[in-house]
């Protein structure tokens, strides 16, 4: 888990989503998940799935499928917001592209003035972006 956190301009989306030169550390991890799924791909029990939900004035919003707010239910593996898409992701760039698009559809939304397209996926102090890569085994899963 990352928690990115600081002061507007110090660094949390460079650090995060960096440039195509020089990428930041949630696509050096992305990349590195889907590089572990095709090295194990010969089993075929891997699948990576990707949810991306914010919490905003204490609702949760399905970033992926907006509509209604999601309820928060708790079950035996803890607390989870029902309904949340999960989108079968299939390599870096289509999941990078995924946030590129909630970035641009959210941008025109936030109540702040955003210093960069990308600065809608990660924390501002009024919205909490979530988003989390499932990986999927045939008897598990983490993330
Ligand atoms: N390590 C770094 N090397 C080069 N440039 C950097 C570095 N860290 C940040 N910057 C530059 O500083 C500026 C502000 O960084 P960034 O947008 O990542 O801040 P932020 O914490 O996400 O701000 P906000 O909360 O306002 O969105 C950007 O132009 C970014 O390219």
């Known amino acids: 888990m990352f928690i990115c956190y ?5 660094g949390k989306t460079y650090t995060m989503l960096g440039t195509v030169e020089n990428p930041g550390v949630m696509v050096l991890a992305i990349e590195d998940l889907f590089a572990k799924v095709r090295e194990r791909r010969l ?3 891997h699948t990576v799935h990707l949810s991306y939900l914010e919490v905003y004035n204490e609702t949760v919003r399905d970033l992926l ?9 708790e079950d035996k593996q803890g607390i989870m917001a029902a309904g949340l898409t999960q989108y079968r992701a299939y390599s870096t760039d289509e999941v990078v592209s995924r946030y590129f ?3 641009m559809s959210s941008r025109e939304q936030s109540p702040w003035k955003m210093s960069s397209l990308w600065s809608s996926a990660v924390a501002t102090p009024l919205n909490h972006p979530v988003s989390m890569l499932l990986l999927f085994s045939r008897d598990s899963f983490w993330w």
């Open 6 to 10: 600081g002061a507007t301009g110090a």
């Open 101 to 103: 698009s909630v970035a």
């Open 65 to 73: 499928s907006p509509g209604r707010p999601l309820i928060l239910r």
């Open 43 to 45: 089993d075929g029990n």
